[in-house]
């Protein structure tokens, strides 16, 4: 973070943003890194070591319960579906998620979602003792639905709570623990460490510790400010939250913003995500962070987690040290987010957004041309290793950051809840999309396989480029006059903020508490 205001402190804010994401946006990464871990390719078939234990399992369970003996299809079969209904459970968390922060505001939403994994611990801790690969569904589900409540309400708690100069940086965290968690659950799911045939169930249920943490960490933090005076109106409580994360007295100037947004707004109920469709003043608005969160994962990023293996196995690399590549992976975008973390306050989105696509496209574009000549070069297989690291330091450097701030920037108070509803449902569906057709993917286009990602790349590079204003440093009222120019582009005159007038009045009243 930037240096704090004369007399104050992030340490509040720094401790605040640690607890929250350590059971939030950390567990999203950490349950994509653990069920991939020790990833092997057998028979041409993605499936894991990992997939040994688990089919050993399941049709121990078919034996026992019908005197079954599957076929190996049939066993890859059900992992698909206890690795894809993960993607399933992120999307119903995302739709819930908007109606928890309304009811239950950011941080009790936080803690409130640790049932969903505490849940999902015990299923799959108790699951090899029970026999049952059900349990392991429903728990996968349940982490799922942890997981997509993080991804929506965490940058959403980060980004109301930080004061505007460096609420970039502090709503990036959230990309920064993600890619942490990546990294913890590469390490953990090692055949050395819990990766091996006796712990695989613990391995599963270790994602209960992060939830531990926080459940017993962050009820001694504040809430956001913007929700305890915009949604629950206690200026006293806001003024007390405002205190503590800044770590001196409230500066009028984040008061006056804040007052302003909600005499905007004031007399106005949350929107619901369908009422967001057709509304025209958030028109572009709502279009740029649907096409932003869906490049995020149809970008490719994110297959060459679930799939790093194969991709390691084809540019050369032998199979006993795929497990290690594979935090080599985790790890490049790891440093990425720290990186974007640094600059985005100096660079600004647009410039970290159009940047890590551009250069993902520049690296799908190389790596294509390095498979076509893998067999004609011995040093090919190098170039190809470059080229997948280039990749994940491209992706973590902008659309892993960025993407997740946007909806906490560009939208109001009342519209921000639905509008991480539709951008974590939209990220959610594509990664899900993408996890089924990747295989067809490689088998059909081989070496052509990053292709179709190279070109959505490219594509959303252009977008940033054409259609997203500057977010950096600016108030919602600034932004959302930027935008009004693309909503109302066609129209006489231009948009209005309503009940401007009463904001004087809500700056004496919330002065006079001071």
């Known amino acids: 973070f930037p240096a704090p205001s004369p007399g104050g402190s992030h340490l509040t804010l720094v401790l605040m943003v640690a607890s929250a994401a350590v059971g939030g946006t950390l567990q999203y990464g950490y349950n994509l890194a653990i069920m991939n871990a020790s990833t092997a390719v057998h028979s041409c078939t993605y499936i894991l070591f990992f997939l040994q234990f688990i089919q050993t399992f399941i049709n121990e369970t078919f034996l026992e319960r019908w005197d079954i003996q599957l076929e190996d299809y049939q066993v890859t079969v059900v992992w698909t579906i206890i690795v894809s209904i993960f993607s399933l459970g992120g999307f119903t968390g995302a739709l819930i998620a908007g109606p928890m922060t309304i009811h239950y505001g950011r941080k009790k939403c936080l803690l409130l979602n640790n049932l969903f994994l505490m849940s999902a611990a015990v299923l799959a801790l108790t699951s090899r003792a029970a026999k049952s690969f059900e349990m392991i569904i429903l728990s996968r589900f349940l982490t799922g639905i942890n997981a997509g409540i993080s991804m929506n309400v965490q940058p959403m708690y980060f980004g109301e709570s930080a004061p505007k100069r460096f609420r970039g940086a502090a709503s990036l965290s959230s990309a920064v623990f993600t890619a942490f968690g990546v990294v913890l659950g590469q390490v953990v799911g090692l055949r050395e460490v819990l990766g091996g045939e006796s712990c695989w169930q613990y391995l599963l249920a270790s994602n209960a510790i992060p939830g531990f943490i926080q459940l017993l960490t962050l009820p001694w933090f504040p809430e956001s400010p913007r929700y305890l005076l915009i949604d629950r109106g206690d200026e006293k409580a806001c003024i007390d939250a405002l205190r503590r994360l800044r770590g001196c007295e409230v500066q009028s100037s984040e008061l006056d913003e804040i007052l302003q947004e909600q005499a905007e707004i004031r007399g106005m109920k949350p929107s619901r995500p369908w009422e967001l469709l057709s509304d025209r003043s958030v028109r572009w608005q709502l279009i740029s962070v649907i096409v932003i969160s869906s490049a995020m994962q149809l970008c490719g990023n994110d297959s060459i987690y679930f799939y790093a293996s194969y991709v390691f196995k084809e540019a050369g690399i032998s199979e006993d040290q795929i497990q290690y590549a594979t935090i080599g992976t985790g790890t490049c975008e790891l440093t990425a987010t720290i990186m974007c973390n640094l600059l985005i ?170």
Not at 368 to 384: D, G, R
Not at 444 to 461: D, M, N, R, W
Not at 479 to 488: G, M, S
């Open 345 to 514: 306050e100096r660079k600004g989105r647009r410039f970290m957004l159009m940047g890590g696509f551009i250069l993902m496209t520049v690296w799908a574009v190389i790596f294509t041309v390095a498979l076509s000549f893998q067999s004609s070069f011995s040093w090919m297989p190098y170039l190809n290793m470059t080229c997948i690291f280039s990749y994940i330091l491209s992706f973590g450097m902008g659309p892993a950051g960025v993407t997740g701030i946007l909806p906490t920037e560009i939208f109001k108070q009342t519209a921000r809840p639905a509008a991480y509803m539709i951008a974590g449902s939209m990220m959610w569906l594509n990664l899900f999309f993408v996890g089924m057709i990747f295989p067809f993917i490689m088998s059909g286009l081989s070496e052509f396989c990053l292709v179709p990602f190279g070109a959505t790349c490219l594509s959303s590079a252009l977008f940033v480029g054409f259609f997203l204003p500057e977010t950096k440093g600016k108030s919602l009222s600034a932004i959302t006059r930027e935008f009004q120019k693309l909503n109302f582009r066609d129209a006489d005159g231009g948009f209005q903020p309503q009940h401007q007038s009463q904001s004087y009045q809500g700056k004496e009243c919330l002065s006079t508490a001071l």
